[in-house]
Each structure stands twice: as C-alpha cells, then as structure tokens.
C-alpha cells in the first residue's frame, strides 16, 4: 500500500548536487511528504518535509511540483557520508505513523 | 545528550527466553513509538504511545508488551522469543500524535538463535 514510488539506487559523485525524485501520483490535499534517511545500522534521520512550497533547511532542498504528484530532494553538495537509504513518505496530518517503503539507496562515490 | 536513546545496542538471546528493550527520550515529547525494521529492511509501525496511553497497535503479536512508565520512556518487553523475532527495533518519539516529526533512536538489534 505504498504511496510513493523511488528509483531503488542511484550514484552521485562528491561535492555535486543529488537529485532525488518521488512520485506519489495519489497524495490527498491534506497530505504532507516527508523525507527520511538511514545511514547503515543508524535510525532513520528527518530531513525535511512539505505540503505545496518548496522548503530548504541545513540539509537540503525540497521541490514538490505544482500538481504535488511528485517532488525531488536536493542534496547540494553531497559528501561520503550522505551515502544512504533515502525514504521519501507521504503523511496526512493525523496519520500517527511514518509508512517506509524501500526507498532510494544512494551511493555518493569520491 | 542523545534525544532518543534506547539500551541494549544488541540483544542475543535463545527462543523461548523473555526480553525487554527500554526507551528513553530527553526532548520533552508526548508521544513515542516502537518500530521493526525485518532482515528485508522494511520498517513498520508496531506500537505508539500518546501521554503514556496506547494510540497504536498495529497487529503486533500479543508476546509484545510496550510498557509507558512516563512519557519519556517506553519499553518494550517481548515474551517466549521466536526465530522471526529477529530485527533491529528502533524507538521514535514526536512532540505531538498527529503528523509530527518523529525523531528516531539509534535501534536494538535483537537475534533470536
């Protein structure tokens, strides 16, 4: 019952920008997406998340296109050790819980 | 000053044995959660706490007790362990129940042998 669709990999090279896209085709106006990361063996990091703007904070940039069907997490300047499984989820605003799917494992090679 | 700490790192332990994970978090949130993370690296809701009363229960086997002393703590106790058992756990907290942040420990890997 995922609500998102994410490429399973992706490789980006250090110090340029990570482009990671999401599709969630379905999303209910009252649906918030949320991105998470998971660095091996760690807990699941927030990142950032959004409703219709666009967002940026320390880590990283959200775009979320107009129809809000699909949405990309921007990393600006990714370094070794943004290497991990990004998760990009789709939440309703009284949804108490966080619904993974496989997510993206993105390698960034020096 | 870890947020969201959880004891033990690792767990291992025989079938049939009985274990508890404990949670704790220091950022003065209402609501925590317990999620399981199987060797396919799924992560799934198992349980959540609002104010020390459960708001989530999501199928879990009743071997798996969670336990909310306060709010800034919640353990988990499983019962008569089983092969499948074994996963990393991860315990999560959020300021409020509804679409908040969750912020996550660093997870207990437990394996049953």
């Known amino acids: 019952d995922a609500k998102t669709t994410q490429p399973p990999s992706m490789d980006c090279a250090e110090g340029r920008a990570a482009n990671l896209p999401c599709n969630h085709s379905t999303i209910s106006g009252n649906e918030y997406v949320y991105w998470y990361r998971q660095i091996h063996s760690q807990g699941p990091q927030y990142i950032i998340h959004?409703?219709?703007n666009n967002e940026t904070n320390e880590m990283a940039s959200l775009i979320i296109t107009e129809d809000r069907k699909s949405s990309t997490l921007i990393l600006p300047h990714a370094t070794l050790r943004d290497t991990a499984v990004y998760y990009c989820?789709?939440?309703?605003?009284?949804?108490?819980?966080?619904?993974f799917g496989a997510g993206t494992t993105v390698t960034v090679r020096a | 000053d870890t947020a969201v700490s959880q004891t033990p790192k690792y767990l291992v332990t025989q079938m049939g044995n009985d274990k508890s994970i404990k949670c704790e978090q220091n950022?003065?949130?209402?609501?925590m959660y317990w999620y399981k993370q199987d060797s396919k690296k799924f992560l799934k809701i198992m349980f959540s706490y609002n104010n020390k009363e459960l708001i989530i229960n999501e199928t879990v086997p009743n071997r798996f007790s969670p336990k909310s002393p306060d709010k800034a703590h919640l353990n988990l106790h499983i019962n008569s362990l089983e092969l499948g058992d074994s996963a990393v756990y991860f315990c999560?907290?959020?300021?409020?129940?509804?679409?908040?942040?969750?912020?996550f420990g660093p997870g207990t890997r437990l394996t049953v042998l």
């Open positions: 989820i789709v939440r309703a605003t009284n949804d108490y819980k966080l619904s």
């Open positions: 959004g409703l219709k």
């Open positions: 950022l003065g949130h209402d609501t």
């Open positions: 999560a907290s959020s300021q409020v129940a509804g679409g908040d942040t969750q912020y």
